[in-house]
T-cell receptor
Framework: AQKVTQAQTEISVVEKEDVTLDCVYE???????LFWYKQPPSGELVFLIR??????QNEISGRYSWNFQKSTSSFNFTITASQVVDSAVYFC????????????FGDGTTLTVKP | DSGVTQTPKHLITATGQRVTLRCSPR?????VYWYQQSLDQGLQFLIQ???????AKGNILERFSAQQFPDLHSELNLSSLELGDSALYFC?????????????FGDGTRLSIL
């Protein structure tokens, strides 16, 4: 069975600080897909990134970066120089190749960035 | 704007009633997914349809059913509603069957059971 753990329930930082959101997953599949989504206070879910299990290359997109390590089953998300607009709930999700439509989400991490 | 449209945005009804939530996927997307987000259960996958056929099933109650129509829009039917069904229901769509494409979410339908 697949499982996603986001151990950090809430994180509070001051603007311009760097912050890392942790995501640890469990799966028996060798091929799987990892995602991060953002849910701002307005409530909609916004896709941020997708990673395939066979691609361990880290990714940077502006102030966002993702560190995928299969050895530790982790897919962590770092925001550099955080801004107030980054305040949101962030979800990590996993789907396995055999049942790719069935995503399992972590409980989410609520990030508050204070001015 | 994700391109996924959900209606209605808000729905208030009573226990025992039946409601239908509607979702129009992004243009060109063949897969539609339904999720339930509640305070105690978090974000839960309910069901996926791909080009009119059921593709994957998650924690969907027997009182709930869904379908995808030939024009690819989807409806989620919730019947014999209980207080615990109060939640935010999201629809998402993707281009393919789910392996390689991210899911793009609608704004959700907030269902309140009184």
């Amino acid at each position: 069975a697949q499982k996603v753990t986001q151990a950090q329930t809430e994180i509070s930082v001051v603007e311009k600080e760097d912050v890392t959101l942790d995501c640890v997953y469990e799966t028996r599949d060798t091929t799987y897909y990892l995602f991060w989504y953002k849910q701002p206070p307005s409530g909609e879910l916004v896709f941020l990134i997708r990673r395939n299990s066979f691609d361990e290359q880290n990714e940077i997109s502006g102030r966002y970066s993702w560190n995928f390590q299969k050895s530790t089953s982790s897919f962590n998300f770092t925001i550099t120089a955080s801004q107030v607009v980054d305040s949101a709930v962030y979800f990590c999700a996993l789907s396995e190749e055999e049942n790719a439509g069935k995503s399992t989400f972590g409980d989410g991490t609520t990030l508050t960035v204070k001015p | 704007d994700s391109g996924v449209t959900q209606t209605p945005k808000h729905l208030i009804t009573a226990t025992g009633q039946r409601v239908t939530l509607r979702c129009s996927p992004r243009s060109g997307d063949l897969s539609v997914y339904w999720y339930q987000q509640s305070l105690d259960q978090g974000l839960q996958f309910l069901i996926q349809y791909y080009n009119g056929e059921e593709r994957a099933k998650g924690n969907i109650l027997e009182r709930f059913s869904a379908q995808q129509f030939p024009d690819l829009h989807s409806e989620l039917n919730l019947s014999s509603l209980e207080l615990g069904d109060s939640a935010l229901y999201f629809c998402a769509s993707s281009a393919g069957t789910g392996e390689y494409q991210p899911q793009h979410f609608g704004d959700g339908t907030r269902l309140s059971i009184l």
